[in-house]
């Protein structure tokens, strides 16, 4: 015979409300045991106890009641495992990026203006790369295409033995900025480019240009922009539509994003006085 006990005294062996459980109730995620025909009143097995353990820990974890009740039919231990795991990988993401976020934040209050991004000239010669080009249509999903195009040519310089010649980089249309579709490329320079599927051979122009140096996570890479943009507005400079970036050290090199440097190159013209 199964035992039961008031919903009362369930929510306190649970430390799920009585509201919460009859929420539960309505939506099918825990149903009762049994239900008094006559007072309403709501009585739950003992047996039903892990199940609610689990239900409370994973919407401490915010898992949708969607996502609950998919964890609790799951055909397979395997299968259970599997939606419980993709929802923590979830959770990690998350709390990578606010980690992010605060760290981008800090940095900010403790930047010095024009101190931690001075602005140089220099003049660039034009090189030969290996290059994947691509219309973004969507900027927001610039990242993940901007990590695997660089995985992707490191794995083809790589595999062709090719003489890499200095650090990847990217060219940038100035409407990704503000996040409107346009045209990116990443590229590794060698000697001897290749065209192997979507990867093309390529020259990267001469120009003159300013330049400045970020250290650490591209989170907070836009306080080296405004630098940049401030130098070329106070020295009244045109600018070429294409922005550059050169990869010193990235992800790829460590995970520590403190050892993380990128410089930023803005092509310029001296306006006529």
Request: with cysteine; charged share 20%; aromatic share 6%.
């Amino acid at each position: 015979m199964t035992t039961t006990v008031s919903v009362g005294r369930f929510a306190i062996m649970t430390h799920l409300s009585v509201k919460t459980l009859r929420h539960y109730h309505q939506v099918g995620l825990l149903e009762p045991a049994e239900v008094d025909p006559h007072t309403g009143y709501r009585y739950y097995a003992l047996e039903q106890l892990p199940t609610a353990q689990l239900i409370r820990r994973l919407r401490d974890l915010r898992m949708p009641v969607a996502g609950v009740r998919a964890v609790l039919v799951a055909g397979s231990p395997a299968a259970r495992d599997t939606l419980i795991a993709t929802h923590i990988d979830h959770l990690e993401a998350e709390l990578a990026s606010t980690q992010a976020a605060v760290n981008s934040l800090r940095a900010l209050l403790e930047c010095a203006p024009g101190q931690q991004h001075p602005v140089h000239r220099r003049a660039e010669s034009s090189f030969p790369v290996l290059a994947i080009t691509e219309d973004i249509r969507n900027p927001a999903d610039i990242e993940s295409w901007w990590r695997d195009a660089l995985h992707e040519l490191r794995a083809a310089a790589d595999d062709h033995a090719m003489q890499v010649t200095g650090p990847a980089g990217g060219l940038y249309d100035e409407c990704l900025f503000q996040h409107e579709p346009g045209e990116a490329i990443v590229y590794i320079p060698v000697t001897t480019p290749l065209e192997l599927g979507r990867i093309k051979p390529l020259v990267i122009p001469a120009a003159e240009v300013a330049v400045t140096t970020h250290r650490g996570s591209h989170a907070d890479i836009d306080l080296a922009y405004a630098q940049l943009g401030s130098y070329i507005t106070e020295h009244e400079l045109a600018v070429g539509w294409q922005l550059r970036e050169y990869y010193h050290r990235d992800h790829s090199h460590t995970t520590d994003y403190t050892q993380w440097r990128t410089e930023i190159a803005w092509p310029i013209i001296d306006t006529p006085t």
